[in-house]
């Protein structure tokens, strides 16, 4: 069993680590102070656009897509290391590098179930980092832990489809930048089959009827860098029959083939976060005192930074784990890995930032430090991609289906 990276992402961890040390780390304050002066919360700062240009200048673009006829060609083992890295600075990295959510999971879905014309129209401009993008699937009348309950109607009227439902936590959606929805709803309410119900369509975002109402807030962050998390009504919205992704019923396995990758990807980055968090501990010890002592000698502190340390080395060998098999048995196969993953990964490194807080006192709740949005972002990801609790019940279900 050889642990060692290969050649191709040896050479890309260095260039991306420099990006970060001589880019991206600087940006960070810098963007703050931007945003500030901005004359929308949700526009991109100007530094944001410049480290996208130095991003694609460098070959650091894309890096998600297995597809190499449109992104890098890397497998899903071969792109772990370098989300994790761009992990360490959430709210710049990815969206530098055009691989940021939801945008990155729509190009996948795009990629591999549009049509040529839906490809060109949509798929290229996203590609080129031109356009932004949103999924809308969850609903805030239903639990959409079981997304079979989803209640959005689409019905179709001769050449088109009729759009009618309401949407939260709609990623994205409040940039200025977004203009296409890939929106989830029901074709065929009444079939049989309850996960043939569902169909997925493209709808421009200003098309009639689309109305972008607020942006929701996360533990109080309106999470400006990734363009909010929007609630968003479709009232009789009208797009082309053609706008349909895949077939008619293919909805919930679009999801699926959607949701696997993007799991994986949120804790690659949540490994990044962790380290960061780790680092920033480190320093914090060496350089403050307490009780006549560095907090470095105090033995709780110790504690915690070896835990730590022993927590993000467990998680980084599960995820490399389950890349591998999603390249060689695919998604279906490593369906316990990636619950696995989505279960553990999150939670690990929610405890982990809260202890980084907390050796931090004041500072580490304040935004003079990353720790708290860190969290916030932490913490979401134990309900986003469906919540943890969806994932035991499954994981458990499968391995008492070998007993019985």
């Not at 989803?150 to 990623?171: L, N």
């Not at 569902?198 to 929701?216: E, F, H, I, N, Y």
């Not at 405890?351 to 708290?372: K, M």
């Amino acid at each position: 069993m050889d642990f060692a990276f290969d050649a191709r992402t040896e050479e890309l961890r260095a260039r991306l680590l420099a990006f970060m040390d001589e880019h991206v780390y600087p940006a960070e304050q810098v963007a703050h102070e931007q945003r500030a002066r901005l004359s929308s919360p949700w526009e991109n700062p100007p530094v944001v656009e410049e480290l996208k240009a130095q991003a694609r200048r460098q070959g650091l673009w894309n890096l998600f897509l297995p597809d190499a006829e449109y992104g890098a060609g890397l497998t899903n083992l071969q792109y772990a290391p370098l989300a994790e890295i761009t992990g360490r600075s959430p709210q710049l990295a990815p969206t530098a590098t055009n691989c940021a959510a939801p945008d990155t999971g729509n190009m996948e879905v795009l990629a591999q179930f549009g049509d040529e014309r839906q490809k060109k129209q949509w798929l290229e401009p996203l590609l080129a980092g031109e356009i932004r993008s949103a999924f809308a699937m969850t609903e805030p009348d239903v639990a959409s832990s079981d997304a079979t309950n989803i209640t959005t109607h689409i019905r179709r009227e001769g050449d088109e489809y009729v759009i009618s439902g309401r949407k939260w936590y709609i990623s994205g959606a409040m940039h200025p930048d977004c203009k296409i929805f890939i929106v989830m709803g029901k074709t065929d309410p009444d079939g049989p089959d309850i996960r043939r119900q569902q169909s997925m369509v493209l709808v421009p975002r200003d098309t009639p009827g689309v109305t972008v109402k607020r942006a929701m807030q996360v533990f109080g962050y309106e999470d400006h860098y990734h363009g909010g998390h929007a609630e968003v009504v479709f009232d009789e919205a009208r797009v082309p029959v053609s706008n349909l992704i895949g077939e008619e019923g293919g909805g919930f396995a679009i999801a699926q083939a959607r949701l696997g990758p993007g799991r994986i990807h949120h804790c690659m980055r949540l490994i990044g976060m962790a380290e960061r968090a780790i680092e920033l501990m480190c320093r914090r010890a060496v350089s403050r005192e307490a009780f006549g002592k560095a907090l470095a000698q105090q033995g709780v502190v110790q504690n915690w930074i070896a835990d730590a340390r022993v927590a993000v080395e467990q998680l980084r060998l599960l995820v490399l784990k389950t890349a591998w098999m999603m390249d060689t048995v695919g998604n279906r196969g490593a369906h316990t890995e990636i619950q696995a993953i989505k279960i553990a990964t999150p939670r690990t490194v929610v405890g982990i930032l809260d202890r980084a807080i907390q050796l931090h006192g004041a500072g580490g709740v304040s935004q003079d430090f990353p720790l708290a949005e860190l969290y916030a972002g932490a913490r979401t990801l134990m309900l986003a991609d469906g919540p943890d609790e969806v994932h035991q019940r499954s994981l458990a279900r499968r391995e008492i289906k070998k007993y019985l």
